[in-house]
């Protein structure tokens, strides 16, 4: 298992869940903002790159780099760990003279890359990953069931809501293994940083309320969530989220909201990290 050096706490992690030899990558940064990589010197067939893709131009350029030397150095099939995947949503055209970017850097990956595991990836109109990365072996896992494990008896009797349509598979999944009551609110997005959540009616007063998401990014959306529910005086608003983006002021305006609580999952490296998924990752990984 190779890491890079922002992730390598993570890859480490999985590293020792799976039973598998860890080592970082060496990464410089020159001057001129292009990047050095270097391998170990000697590499088994078989090869993990563990590289989560949140901010991924430069990533991904390294990662080429480091994947096309692992198999000069011996490596025969390379699997890209990738906790978050990226530009996974821009999987049209909107308007005329658009780069198709989920199609262009599935490509690119498939290129360089024998199989892939990811978590959770933002698929909208394209439903599977092979679609989106056409590789020989494209594998994802949810961390629901890591998240519904973190959640458990923390909180008594939550109600878990998600902020939109497409939240509903992770809200219904939690719900189901911890037996709660959930609801999925209607959201309205008029820009990126402008959304409109609308909750359905339920009897939030007094109640432990959870919202659950894949991606928070600007933050607008669990905000829009946070200001509607907070009428209601629930006792507690906790934010489960997978990919911990965060983008600018996000985390500031979710506190302010009035979030008590933030929980991620380490698929990205951030203050709120609290829920693991080296154990589901290691699982699938040994099940290669
Ligand atoms: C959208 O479909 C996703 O599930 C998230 O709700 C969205 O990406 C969150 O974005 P933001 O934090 O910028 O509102």
Known sequence: MLGFPEYSAQAKGLARAAGLNFAEIEVHHFPDGESRIRLPEHLP?????????????????????????ARELGARKITLVAPYLAYMRQDKAFHPG?????????????????????????????????????????LTLSATTAMSSYLEGKLEKPILIGPDEESEQWVAAIAQQNDLEFYVARKL????????????????????????????????????????????????????VTHALFAGDALKRLKI????????TDSIPHPTNRIELAGCLAQKLMAL
């Open 189 to 240: 997005r008029f820009g990126d940083r402008d959304v409109s959540v609308s909750l359905p009616n339920a009897d939030y007063r007094e109640r432990h309320v959870v919202f659950v998401d894949d991606v928070i990014s600007t933050g607008r959306t669990i905000e829009s969530a946070i200001k509607e529910i907070q009428p209601y005086q629930p006792a507690s608003i906790t934010v489960m």
């Open 257 to 264: 909201a009035g979030a008590n609580e933030i929980w991620s």
């Open 45 to 69: 067939e078989t090869v993990f790159i563990c590289r989560s893709l949140n901010q991924p131009n430069e990533k991904l350029i390294e990662l080429i780099l480091a994947v096309s030397s």
């Open 98 to 138: 658009e780069a198709v970017s989920q199609k262009i850097v599935g490509n690119l990956l498939a290129t360089f890359f024998d199989a892939l595991i990811t978590v959770d990836p933002h698929l909208h109109r394209v439903h599977r990953i092979e679609d989106a990365v056409p590789i020989p072996l494209a």
